[in-house]
């Protein structure tokens, strides 16, 4: 079992940034990976970003590319995301949510953080 808590989410202006860290407790490791996905007002969750446990793999969603980054720190049992240039249309709650097998099934989920950001 793995038990994934975010924070860092918040309210912020467009054009802002906000990082968000998603720490986990339990067995992960070098076969899993890591992810963020966002869930708007209305719409259905959809990813974000992920990162393998090496943190050699990335990948992006296009609407986030070249504005947020994640990463990850397995000494602290920590995975980040980092948003840049954030808009409007970025205003969701954010999970953080582990793949123990690397083939796109996303087994454990955190609660999710709040992001809003103003025009």
């Known amino acids: 079992q793995v038990q994934l808590v975010e924070s860092g989410g918040g309210l912020v202006q467009a054009g802002g940034s906000l990082k968000l860290s998603c720490t986990w407790s339990g067995r992960a490791g070098r076969t899993y990976t890591m992810g963020w996905f966002r869930q708007c007002p209305g719409k259905e969750r959809e990813f974000v970003a992920s990162?393998?446990?090496?943190?050699?793999?990335?990948r992006y969603a296009d609407s986030v590319k070249g504005r947020f980054t994640i990463s990850i720190d397995n000494a602290l049992n920590t995975v980040y995301l980092q948003m840049n240039s954030l808009k409007p249309g970025d205003t969701a709650d954010y999970y953080c949510?582990?793949?123990?097998?690397?083939?796109?099934?996303?087994?454990?989920w955190g609660q999710g953080t709040q992001v809003t950001v103003s025009s």
């Open positions: 949510a582990a793949d123990r097998f690397t083939n796109g099934r996303y087994g454990y």
């Open positions: 990162i393998t446990w090496s943190g050699v793999s990335t």
